[in-house]
């Protein structure tokens, strides 16, 4: 490489994260993912050094109901997505905890 050039970062994917998405895809699940958040996922937030999921189980619902801190973005994400399949399986209808789409390319 020539001096003072700038090497480009290499980004290699989180070894975590992909086991994470095996596991959902094995249980057929689907970590739902939302543009323009911090994490990339819908209703993972940072909570100090851990991630936090939550949720709003019905529309114009006032407090959103925590499902708990994890130790990455994905866990999280795998929180919700669990009981939006749950949820969805006892009214018969649609596993989507916050009734839209995954959110990938919006």
């Known amino acids: 490489m020539p001096p003072g ?6 980004v290699t994917p989180n070894a975590h994260g992909n086991a994470v998405e095996a596991v959902a ?11 323009g958040t911090q994490f990339g996922y819908y209703g993972v937030s940072s909570a100090g050094a851990r991630f936090k999921a939550q949720v ?12 708990g801190r994890f130790d990455s973005p994905e866990e999280a994400a795998l929180a919700i997505a669990t009981l939006s399949a749950l949820s969805g399986a006892a009214r018969g209808g649609s596993s989507r905890a916050h009734g839209s789409s995954s959110g990938e390319g919006e």
């Open 25 to 35: 895809a094995a249980e057929g699940l689907t970590l739902c993912r939302e543009a």
């Open 56 to 67: 709003r189980q019905q529309k114009g619902q006032k407090a959103p109901v925590s499902l």
């Open 5 to 10: 050039s700038v090497e480009e970062e290499q």
